[in-house]
């Protein structure tokens, strides 16, 4: 901002307030330098101070050992380190023995001549690869006729075997083939052409283009499953949510967005039975509110969010984020400028979010009324400290500084952000949530965008399948395998019951 210096005013108090707006704006500016660098070219990873010294503890003591040696002969530390052992490979695996024996010639002892005899062995595993192998399944159905009915009747009749159900009839795609497909794209984030030069050294000429065809057709076969996994999550006390945009090519937003909704705990409630864990996106071309009110369909339970707007239109009981109040004060330290010293309003607010989690540490293996009674005991206290201090620093901050907006966050947000207190379902931030979006973002980074609507809601539904599925401890592929091996001949309720991923028949690994 250029000002005339002629135009400056000769009051005194005029121009201490005139410099004190510009103290302001630069300061102001120079925060928000300091974020769009620290996006760029800083660390990604949250962490509290100190933690990274955690993985270099055994060197830190021993280069302090080595000091305090040369400085005073004295003392002597010593310090005990793991020796790293090897894991041994699962039993389960097929193997083959190869035995490396003696020549018949060299049996024989070399001193006395006598002949040696077998005393033990050695033995030594290696792990062999073997490249994925195609093979073409020829499926013949014999045909059957009455040769009487043939010479003397008008018509005959014909009998063969029926058709083997496949996910996609009249296509050459098996279960296998396809899982393999759906499992690289959705879980390993391997583009459709990339799979297509894979496809392509093997001498199979199969184009991105009919993978796609094939995958929207999956999506299809899928779609019930995944409406029957919708109403089991709706009727979850606890639900997590999150979004993310997504570039769609045909689409005529900008932005479309991919919406994330996943149970909101891992612990066994008070009747010790598992809470099933499911993880679904859904996809829409717009933020609105009313993506959520639809996919919801009047959920009346714990809804975890952010502090996105959005979801207040819901008939849900909003839970906020600790994580994302943390984050806050986080992006004030770093936005600070590097003359000002550290232990300063973000560096305590981070600390005493940092005693909230400790708690949650030490009540991680206990049941939800044991929870929220150590919560009510023990956290409690903290909450009011820390509504006590917001408070009073609230009035001491530039209310458009990164640590003003950071408090701001907080006590605009408080009543979600402390009602986690009131029910040992709830977790203290919706990290599950922001995790099981991280695939669907990872993914991106490599296909990047999709080309039209369907295809986007189409890899909601496969996403949600193979995240839903390693939520559960259970391989993807196999999984998929045997869900589009099922679904091809039955998809009835009972069928959909049994496939669900915490009932399925499936080795778990």
């Given at each position: 901002?250029k000002t005339?210096?002629d135009?400056?005013?000769?009051?005194?108090?005029?121009?201490?307030?005139?410099l004190?707006?510009?103290?302001?704006?630069?300061?102001?500016?120079?925060?928000?330098?300091?974020?769009?660098?620290?996006?760029?070219?800083?660390?990604?990873?949250?962490g509290?101070?100190?933690?990274?010294?955690?993985?270099?503890e055994?060197?830190?003591?021993?280069?302090?050992?080595?000091?305090?040696t040369?400085?005073?002969?004295?003392e002597?530390?010593?310090?005990?380190?793991?020796?790293?052992?090897?894991?041994?490979l699962?039993?389960?695996?097929?193997?083959?023995?190869?035995?490396?024996?003696?020549?018949?010639e060299?049996?024989?002892?070399?001193?006395?001549?006598?002949?040696?005899h077998?005393m033990?062995?050695?033995?030594?595993?290696?792990?062999?690869?073997i490249?994925?192998?195609i093979?073409?399944?020829?499926?013949?159905?014999?045909k059957?006729?009455?040769?009487?009915?043939e010479?003397?009747?008008?018509?005959v009749?014909?009998?063969?075997?029926?058709v083997?159900?496949?996910?996609?009839p009249?296509?050459?795609?098996?279960?296998s083939?396809?899982?393999?497909i759906i499992?690289?794209?959705?879980?390993?984030?391997?583009?459709?052409?990339?799979?297509?030069?894979?496809?392509?050294?093997?001498?199979i000429?199969?184009?991105?283009?009919?993978?796609?065809?094939?995958?929207?057709?999956?999506?299809?076969?899928l779609?019930p499953?995944?409406?029957?996994?919708?109403?089991?999550?709706?009727?979850?006390?606890?639900?997590?949510?999150?979004?993310?945009?997504?570039?769609?090519?045909?689409?005529?937003k900008?932005k479309?967005?991919?919406?994330l909704?996943?149970?909101?705990?891992?612990s066994?409630?008070?009747?010790?039975?598992d809470?099933?864990n499911?993880?679904?996106?859904?996809?829409?071309?717009?933020?609105?509110?009313q993506?959520?009110?639809?996919?919801l369909?009047?959920?009346?339970g714990?809804?975890?969010?952010?502090?996105?707007?959005?979801?207040?239109s819901t008939?849900?009981?909003l839970?906020?984020?600790?994580?994302?109040?943390?984050r806050?004060?986080k992006?004030?330290?770093?936005?600070?400028?590097?003359?000002?010293?550290?232990?300063g309003?973000?560096?305590?607010?981070?600390?005493?979010i940092?005693k909230?989690?400790r708690?949650?540490?030490a009540?991680k293996?206990?049941l939800?009324?044991e929870k929220?009674?150590?919560?009510?005991?023990?956290?409690?206290?903290?909450?009011k400290?820390?509504?006590?201090?917001?408070?009073k620093?609230?009035?001491?901050?530039?209310p458009?500084s990164?640590?003003?907006?950071?408090l701001?966050y907080?006590?605009?947000?408080w009543?979600?952000?402390?009602r986690?207190?009131?029910?040992?379902?709830?977790?203290i931030?919706?990290?599950r949530?922001?995790r099981?979006?991280?695939?669907?973002?990872?993914?991106r980074?490599?296909?990047?965008?999709?080309n039209?609507?369907?295809?986007?809601?189409?890899?909601?539904?496969?996403y949600?399948?193979?995240?839903?599925?390693?939520?559960?401890?259970?391989?993807?592929?196999?999984y998929?395998?045997?869900?589009l091996?099922?679904?091809?001949?039955?998809?009835?309720?009972?069928?959909?019951?049994a496939?669900?991923p915490?009932d399925?028949?499936?080795?778990v690994?």
């Amino acid at each position: 901002m250029k000002t005339d210096i002629d135009s400056l005013p000769d009051d005194p108090k005029l121009l201490k307030k005139l410099l004190a707006q510009m103290n302001m704006r630069y300061a102001y500016l120079e925060e928000k330098f300091r974020l769009a660098q620290h996006k760029q070219f800083g660390k990604s990873a949250e962490g509290y101070p100190g933690q990274g010294e955690l993985f270099n503890e055994l060197e830190q003591l021993a280069d302090e050992s080595e000091v305090e040696t040369a400085e005073a002969e004295k003392e002597s530390i010593t310090y005990e380190r793991k020796k790293p052992v090897r894991q041994s490979l699962p039993k389960d695996l097929p193997r083959e023995t190869v035995i490396h024996d003696l020549a018949g010639e060299d049996k024989s002892c070399d001193d006395c001549g006598h002949e040696l005899h077998r005393m033990g062995e050695d033995k030594s595993e290696q792990l062999e690869f073997i490249p994925a192998q195609i093979k073409v399944i020829e499926h013949v159905r014999p045909k059957y006729s009455c040769r009487h009915c043939e010479q003397h009747a008008t018509s005959v009749t014909i009998k063969q075997a029926p058709v083997p159900a496949l996910p996609i009839p009249k296509g050459f795609a098996t279960a296998s083939l396809l899982s393999q497909i759906i499992t690289s794209k959705y879980q390993y984030g391997l583009p459709l052409y990339r799979q297509e030069n894979l496809f392509k050294e093997y001498g199979i000429p199969l184009s991105r283009q009919t993978m796609s065809s094939w995958l929207l057709k999956c999506a299809d076969l899928l779609k019930p499953l995944y409406d029957k996994l919708h109403q089991h999550l709706l009727q979850q006390h606890v639900i997590q949510a999150d979004e993310t945009t997504l570039k769609v090519i045909e689409s005529d937003k900008a932005k479309c967005y991919m919406w994330l909704y996943c149970t909101g705990t891992d612990s066994p409630d008070s009747n010790h039975t598992d809470i099933p864990n499911i993880v679904l996106y859904d996809f829409n071309e717009s933020r609105a509110s009313q993506c959520a009110i639809d996919f919801l369909q009047g959920h009346s339970g714990y809804l975890q969010v952010d502090g996105y707007q959005g979801y207040e239109s819901t008939q849900a009981t909003l839970v906020g984020c600790w994580a994302h109040a943390r984050r806050k004060f986080k992006e004030a330290d770093i936005a600070q400028s590097k003359g000002k010293p550290k232990a300063g309003k973000a560096t305590w607010a981070m600390t005493h979010i940092k005693k909230l989690y400790r708690i949650e540490a030490a009540i991680k293996d206990k049941l939800p009324s044991e929870k929220q009674a150590y919560r009510i005991e023990h956290a409690t206290p903290l909450l009011k400290d820390y509504k006590d201090w917001l408070d009073k620093s609230i009035l001491q901050v530039p209310p458009k500084s990164a640590l003003g907006k950071a408090l701001a966050y907080s006590l605009n947000q408080w009543p979600k952000l402390t009602r986690y207190v009131e029910d040992g379902h709830l977790s203290i931030d919706n990290n599950r949530a922001e995790r099981a979006i991280k695939p669907f973002v990872i993914g991106r980074k490599n296909w990047l965008f999709s080309n039209t609507t369907s295809g986007a809601h189409a890899s909601s539904i496969l996403y949600s399948i193979v995240e839903t599925a390693k939520a559960n401890n259970l391989v993807p592929f196999d999984y998929l395998h045997h869900i589009l091996s099922v679904l091809s001949e039955r998809n009835d309720d009972e069928a959909l019951t049994a496939l669900l991923p915490w009932d399925v028949s499936l080795e778990v690994r």
